[in-house]
């Protein structure tokens, strides 16, 4: 940076020795006082750069020129002040063609300056771009420089050692965010959501670059989103699903129109609004200039919405001087303004812009005034900036306080909406040179959902927190639950009225109806062609009794076959069977159990005469035939075991047909 600094002075020294002398001097301007009232006196000049015409700009001449010109006149006419010399000044434009800061014009301009007049000091220039080099000029040519217009961090720190800075700095703002966030006990995460067109002298950019700079001390991590307004249309929507997953505490700077279109889609917007405060960023209380101090008011269709979205808005702005001498000047600082260049000035913060540029002069002027004090030689520049630092001053914007790197101490405002007038006031003021904020008596500050919003929500800014996801489910998840349980009742529902349409259906089938002439009576002498030992007794018997090879009679039920297979037949005395519905259950539930120990039951015949049940036929006898063979010695406990398990079976079965009937 050394060599860049050192090499552009000498190019620029170069190609300009000749035009400094010449070709700008007929476009110099130069203002004197008191040529013919005064004897003879040395001449201290003052080279002052500020944008010449576009009042846009806080430092523009229009603004700027009366105060300097009142600040030299009070200096000229004091005898106490810079005795045997007489303070002057000369005056360049630092604007491009375009009417924009240039830092290109800005150090051209400042050549000219030094090589005309050799300037005791530079007044300006006013914008962070063109200040710069001609800070880093005046260091090479040990010249004081003394600016209100100059609020970049970049210039503290040490690079520009001749620079005072007499008015409001954005490291000063950043420390007035950084106390707010401490306040109100948001040491985590921020948005920093701010205007960037990359062109002119970048306000937005370099007044978040203070912000940034100061809560990163406090580990405090910063997301930044940038607007750019010159290239509409700007999606509304799309930041605002961005910004819900990283903070909810936002600092935004962008114009006031912007803004509010930003705040009108925020409460459009389906989120928690109680959740989310907005910060904005006005310094000069360009938003609250409107009709009693309605920020969100337009008369348009849109009022209501944005009354109610500003109530997630804080304001910070410059703090106005509240002392009787700055309500004098700027009385005289709009009169001379219109007398000078028919200019009219408002009551706007702008205006101590101007006030900072008068103390600068001001303090300059005492500064230089005791360094000359010794001696009447002009004294290097260096010595009289260090006298200007670390001190008090007593200037028309109040008590002006220089801190060790010749940045003014700026006390800041912060506003809040007051809910039964929805204008904005006042309710914190912040102290720059003791770093306190202090609450405007009468006021108190206003929260949507009536207590302060933490910087991270409780359970993550993606309800991704361990202990949330214990006790409570996200609406995804609840929505999952709920298809998930609309799906089973209505499976269970399809399940229920699918068997029970079966169900009717099967009883209405009668599956278990048997017709008598699919039955074939058994002839017992293919039993006996079987080639088995079984004899037959007596033949044609409805119950025949068959003998065993060994003489053991068996008794069995009537046989027959059906569908190709044998069965056991076993008739009813019945001559008619009702088929109601209860009769119709069981008879489909005998048919449906089925059991290794359990005689199957395949179906019944209710054709009269021939009324019987049919089961599965047993080749191995009955119970019957157990208890009546004589062979087999059964004492009475085990019978009444035997019995004991049958009405267990008996009853376990009656048990089950309810259990299917309910």
């Known amino acids: 940076m050394g060599c860049w600094k050192e090499g552009f002075t000498l190019l620029v020294l170069l190609v300009l020795v000749d035009s400094g002398r010449t070709a700008r001097h007929h476009s110099l301007k130069r203002f004197t006082r008191g040529h013919h009232d005064h004897p003879p006196q040395q001449n201290i000049t003052l080279a002052v750069i500020l944008p010449q015409s576009n009042t846009q700009y806080p430092w523009a001449w229009p603004r700027i020129g009366p105060a300097l010109e009142r600040a030299i006149r009070t200096v000229n006419a004091d005898p106490t002040l810079l005795p045997n010399h007489h303070l002057t000044y000369a005056f360049k434009n630092s604007e491009n063609k375009d009417g924009i800061c240039s830092e290109s014009v800005a150090p051209l301009m400042a050549v000219d300056l030094k090589m005309a007049y050799d300037p005791w000091a530079f007044i300006g220039p006013g914008c962070s771009y063109t200040s710069s080099p001609v800070g880093f000029f005046t260091t090479n040519w040990d010249v004081p420089m003394v600016t209100a217009g100059a609020p970049a961090v970049a210039f503290y720190g040490g690079v520009y050692p001749y620079i005072t800075n007499t008015g409001p700095t954005h490291k000063k ?47 405090i991590s910063v997301v930044d989103r940038v607007l750019e307004e010159n290239k509409p249309p700007i999606n509304y929507s799309k930041i605002l699903s961005e910004i819900q997953d990283d903070a909810r505490v936002m600092f935004v ?22 959740q989310y405060v907005f910060f904005y960023i006005d310094v000069f209380a360009e938003s609250l200039n409107s009709k009693n101090q309605q920020p969100w008011a337009r008369g348009d269709e849109d009022d209501a919405i944005a009354k109610d979205a500003f109530q997630n808005v804080k304001i910070m702005t410059y703090r106005e001087p509240q002392n009787p001498e700055y309500r004098q000047f700027v009385s005289h600082l709009k009169k001379d303004a219109k007398a000078m260049f028919n200019y ?152 229920f009225i699918y068997r029970r349409m079966k169900l009717e259906k099967e009883l209405v089938a009668q599956l278990w109806r048997i017709s008598w002439d699919d039955i074939q009576m058994s002839n017992m002498g293919k039993v006996l062609r079987s080639g088995s030992r079984i004899t037959l007794s007596l033949r044609g018997s409805n119950y025949g009794s068959l003998m065993t ?14 569908k190709g297979n044998i069965i056991a037949i076993k008739y009813s005395d019945r001559k008619r069977i009702e088929l109601n519905r209860m009769v119709l259950f069981e008879l489909k539930h005998m048919r449906d159990v089925q059991n290794e120990h359990l005689t199957r039951f395949i179906g019944a015949c209710i054709d009269p005469p021939n009324m019987c049940i049919i089961t599965e036929y047993c080749p191995r006898g009955s119970l019957q035939d157990i208890l009546e063979n004589d062979s087999i010695t059964l004492d009475w406990m085990f019978k009444y ?14 048990w089950h047909i309810l259990y299917l009937l309910l």
Request: aromatic share 10%; with cysteine.
């Open 641 to 654: 075991s035997l019995i004991s398990d049958i009405v267990k079976v008996r009853f376990r079965l009656m």
């Open 549 to 562: 090879g060994d003489g053991n009679l068996q008794v069995f039920a009537k046989t027959g076959y059906y």
């Open 344 to 495: 009219t000035i408002e009551d706007t913060l702008m205006n101590i812009i101007a006030g900072g540029f008068y103390d600068g002069v001001m303090l300059y002027t005492h500064a230089l005034n005791e360094t000359m004090s010794a001696s009447d030689s002009r004294p290097k520049g260096d010595v009289v900036t260090k006298r200007m630092w670390n001190r008090t001053f007593h200037g028309v914007t109040g008590l002006l306080h220089l801190d060790e790197n010749g940045d003014r101490e700026t006390d800041f405002a912060l506003w809040d909406m007051d809910t039964n007038s929805s204008a904005f006031q006042m309710v914190l003021l912040y102290n720059s040179s003791e770093e306190h904020l202090t609450s405007v008596p009468g006021t108190s500050l206003h929260w949507l959902g009536g207590v302060r919003p933490p910087d991270v929500p409780v359970c993550g800014f993606k309800n991704d927190n361990p202990i949330c996801l214990a006790k409570t489910i996200t609406i995804h998840q609840m929505v999952s639950i709920v298809v998930f349980f609309i799906i089973i009742m209505t499976l269970t529902v399809t399940v």
């Open 253 to 274: 700077c962008c114009s006031p129109d912007v803004f509010r279109k930003l705040m009108i889609q925020f409460r459009r917007a389906d989120l928690p609004h109680e």
């Open 173 to 219: 703002l950043g420390r007035f965010a950084l106390r707010i966030c401490e306040h109100f006990n948001w040491r985590e995460h921020v948005i920093l959501m701010f205007n960037d067109n990359k062109v002119d002298d970048r306000p937005c950019y370099f007044a978040m670059e203070g912000l940034y700079t100061e809560l990163r001390t406090i580990n």
